[in-house]
C-alpha cells in the first residue's frame, strides 16, 4: 500500500510558471464540479454522513495551510479579521462578515456572501458548506492555538442570501 | 362548487383593493379556500398561490421589522421573496457589529459592496484614522513635552492632564477629571496665605476667553508643597464658541533658587568690591564713592559735613617690633573700635596702610574736632592685644561749598600731617575756618 498524502503548500505549484497564458483563476462552476462530483462520488462510496466529516477535515487543513501562508498570525484580532475578509474577497472565496463577537468567550457569528460552494444553489433545504465550517476553524485554530467548531445555521441552500456559522471553541 | 373564472374574479377584486389601499396591518388574506375546488390543476394552483399570499405577508412583515431596525426577525426559510431582504438584514446586522467596533476603537473596519453606503462609511473611518493619528502625534507631543498642561472648560473643570502635569502637581486625571482643578491648585499665593481661587485673574481669563501669563505664580500640589510655576493660559476656540483652555505651566523652584543664589553672590560679590579685606570696614574706592554722594547732599541742601582723617602713631614701629601679623591685628582692632565709637550716619572707611577716614554729615569744624577727640582718647584708653597701648593723630577737615572730594580731604591729610608735627595723639583742624556754606 501507498504511503499517504501530506499536503504542503508547495504542492499548489508554481502557477506562473505553469500556466503563462491562462493564469491563475479558473471558473467557480470548475471549482464547484470538482466539489461536487467528489460529493457525489464519496457519499456513494462512504454514506452523507462520512462525506460531510471528510469535507470538514479537508476544510480545516486549507484553514490551517491559509492562515499559515497568505496570513499574519502576528495582527491583533479586530486587524486580523480585516486582512481576512480582505484576502477572501481578493481571491473571490466569499464576503466575510461579522454579526456578532464574544470577545470574552471567544465566541462568533460570522457570516459568508456570495459564497464559492454555496452561493446561487438551488434550495436544497439542508446547508452544504461543510468545507467552509472546516476552513473557518482551521483559520482560528492557526490563529489562536484553540481548537474551535464552526457550524453552518443558513447556508444559500436552506433559502438564505448568506451562509451564517456559529463558531465557538471546543470546550475541553 | 366554484369556476376558475369565479376564482380569478375573486382574485381580481383582492388584489384591486389591495393595490388602493396597501398590504396593512393584516396582510393579504387569501379570499378561497381551497376546498372549494374539486378540478385539481385548480386546487393545486390555488394551493401555491395561498402560499405565496403567506410568503408576501411575511416578507411584508420583515421588511417591516427592518425598516424599524428590528435586526432579529425571522423569517421561514423557504420565503422566496424575502431572500434579499435577508441578505440586507445580514448586512444590517455586520453593520451594528462594525459600527460597535468602530466606537469601541476599531479603525480596521471597511464596509464592502454596499455602494454609496460603503463610500460613505470608509470615507468616516478613513476621516476618523486622520484624527487618531492627529491625536496621537498630539499626545507624543504632549508625553513629551517638559510642560504641565491642562484642558479646561470654561468653568475650569479639568477636561485633560498631560503627564507632566500629573508628575508637577500629583494630581491624576483620574481624580480630578471634571473637577475645578484650580480649586485644588490655584489658592495660595508664595508665603502660603489662602486666597479665593474665584477671584483670581486666571479664572477670569479662562471664563472669558482671555490670554493669561504670570512668570510668579505658585501652584498647591497635592502633597501641600508650593511650586512656583511660570504659566501661560490660552482660550480654546472652537468656531465662534469658547470651549475652555489650555494651561501650560512649568516649575520655575530651580529658576528662584538660581536667582536667589545670583542675588547672594552679587551681593558678595559688591562688598567685596566696596570692603577692605583686612579690616571688614569699607574701602578707599567705596569711601570715594559714598564721600561724591555725601558732597553732593551737603551742597544741595547747605548742610555741614567734616572729615577725619587719623593715622596709627608710629605704626612702622608695631611692625618692626612685633611683626606684621601684630600690625594687621592692630589694624584690625582699630577699624573695630573706631566702628563702634561712631553714630550710624558717620562713616569709617581704610584710606590706605595704617591712615582711615570718617565722614561725619551735620557737622560742622568744631563738632567734627569734638568727636576725633573722643575717638582719640577712645583709642588711647583702648586696650589692644599687641602693644597694649596705641595712640592716633586726627586732621578735621569741613566741607566748603566749592570743594570737590579731593580738595576736602587734601586739606584733612594737611591738618593731620600738621597733628604728627605737633606731637602726635592729638587733634588739629585745617588752617582757617570754613566760610559759611
Ligand atoms: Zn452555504
Redesign the pocket.
Known amino acids: 500500500m501507498k504511503k499517504a498524502y501530506d499536503f504542503s503548500w508547495q504542492d499548489l505549484g508554481d502557477l506562473t510558471a505553469g500556466r503563462p497564458n491562462l493564469g491563475g483563476e479558473t471558473s467557480v462552476a470548475i471549482y464547484r464540479l470538482m466539489q461536487f462530483t467528489f460529493k457525489d462520488i464519496l457519499s456513494k462510496e462512504l454514506g452523507r454522513e462520512k462525506t460531510s466529516e471528510l469535507f470538514v477535515k479537508a476544510g480545516y487543513l486549507a484553514g490551517r495551510e491559509f492562515c499559515r501562508n497568505m496570513l499574519s498570525t502576528a495582527l491583533p484580532f479586530n486587524e486580523f479579521i480585516a486582512d481576512l475578509k480582505l484576502k477572501l474577497i481578493d481571491l473571490k472565496v466569499g464576503i466575510l462578515q461579522v454579526e456578532q463577537a464574544d470577545m470574552e468567550r471567544f465566541e462568533f457569528i460570522l457570516t ?1 456572501s456570495e ?1 464559492l ?3 446561487g ?1 438551488p434550495i436544497f433545504g439542508e ?3 461543510d468545507y ?1 465550517e472546516g476552513f473557518i476553524a482551521g483559520v482560528l485554530r492557526e490563529y489562536t492555538g484553540k481548537e474551535f467548531t464552526a457550524r ?1 445555521l ?5 433559502g ?1 442570501r448568506t ?1 451564517r456559522f456559529v463558531v465557538k471553541p471546543v470546550e475541553r | 362548487m366554484s369556476s376558475s373564472t369565479h376564482l380569478l374574479e375573486t382574485l381580481n377584486h383582492c388584489l384591486a383593493q389591495a393595490m388602493e389601499r396597501g398590504i396593512g396591518k393584516n396582510g393579504l388574506t387569501f379570499p378561497i379556500s381551497c376546498e372549494e375546488f374539486q378540478d385539481p390543476s385548480c386546487r393545486c394552483f390555488c394551493e401555491n398561490l395561498e402560499q405565496i399570499f403567506g410568503q408576501i405577508n411575511e416578507t411584508y412583515r420583515l421588511a417591516e421589522a427592518l425598516a424599524n431596525g428590528q435586526l432579529k426577525a425571522e423569517v421561514s426559510r423557504s420565503n422566496i421573496f424575502a431572500m434579499p431582504l435577508k441578505a440586507l438584514q445580514s448586512s444590517l446586522r455586520h453593520l451594528t457589529w462594525q459600527t460597535n467596533q468602530v466606537a469601541a476603537g476599531d479603525l480596521s473596519q471597511q464596509v464592502t459592496f454596499l455602494g454609496e453606503f460603503s463610500e460613505s462609511f470608509n470615507h468616516m473611518i478613513e476621516s476618523l484614522r486622520d484624527k487618531k493619528s492627529l491625536e496621537q502625534r498630539l499626545k507624543t507631543i504632549t508625553d513629551v513635552i517638559g510642560e504641565g498642561i491642562y484642558l479646561v472648560d470654561t468653568k475650569g473643570a479639568l477636561l485633560f492632564a498631560n503627564p507632566e502635569a500629573e508628575k508637577l502637581l500629583g494630581y491624576g486625571i483620574e481624580e480630578m477629571a471634571g473637577k475645578i482643578i484650580l480649586h485644588a491648585i490655584h489658592k495660595q499665593v508664595a508665603d502660603g496665605t489662602l486666597f479665593a481661587p474665584e477671584e483670581t485673574r486666571l479664572l477670569h481669563a479662562i471664563a472669558n476667553g482671555q490670554t493669561y501669563n504670570d512668570n510668579d505664580c505658585v501652584f498647591t500640589c497635592k502633597s501641600g508643597r508650593l511650586m512656583p510655576v511660570s504659566l501661560a493660559c490660552r482660550p480654546v476656540v472652537t468656531g465662534d464658541s469658547l470651549e475652555g483652555a489650555v494651561l501650560a505651566f512649568h516649575d520655575i523652584s530651580e529658576q528662584k533658587k538660581y536667582q536667589e543664589s545670583l542675588h547672594k553672590i552679587n551681593a558678595l560679590l559688591d562688598m567685596q568690591a566696596s570692603t577692605d579685606g583686612l579690616t571688614g570696614i569699607y574701602n578707599r574706592a567705596k569711601f570715594s564713592k559714598l564721600l561724591k554722594v555725601e558732597i553732593a547732599r551737603a551742597a544741595r541742601y547747605g548742610s555741614a559735613m567734616s572729615i577725619l582723617m587719623f593715622d596709627i602713631d608710629k605704626f612702622k614701629d608695631v611692625n618692626d617690633t612685633y611683626g606684621h601679623q601684630s600690625g594687621d591685628k592692630v589694624l584690625i582692632e582699630m577699624a573695630r573700635a573706631i566702628h563702634h565709637n561712631i553714630r550710624s550716619t558717620e562713616i569709617v572707611a581704610r584710606w590706605g596702610g595704617e591712615e582711615f577716614i570718617i565722614i561725619a554729615p551735620g557737622c560742622g569744624l568744631e563738632q567734627g574736632r569734638q568727636l576725633a577727640d573722643i575717638l582719640r582718647l577712645k583709642v588711647e584708653q583702648t586696650a589692644f592685644s599687641v602693644p597694649r597701648k596705641i595712640t592716633v593723630s586726627f586732621g578735621v577737615a569741613v566741607f566748603r561749598a566749592d570743594d570737590t572730594e579731593i580738595s576736602l580731604t587734601n586739606r584733612a591729610d594737611t591738618a593731620l600731617y600738621r597733628a604728627k608735627e605737633n606731637g602726635r595723639n592729638r587733634v588739629e583742624t585745617e588752617d582757617s575756618p570754613a566760610d559759611p556754606v
Open positions: 459568508v459564497d460552494d454555496c452561493s444553489l446547508t452544504v458548506c467552509d453552518e443558513d447556508c444559500w441552500a436552506t438564505d451562509c
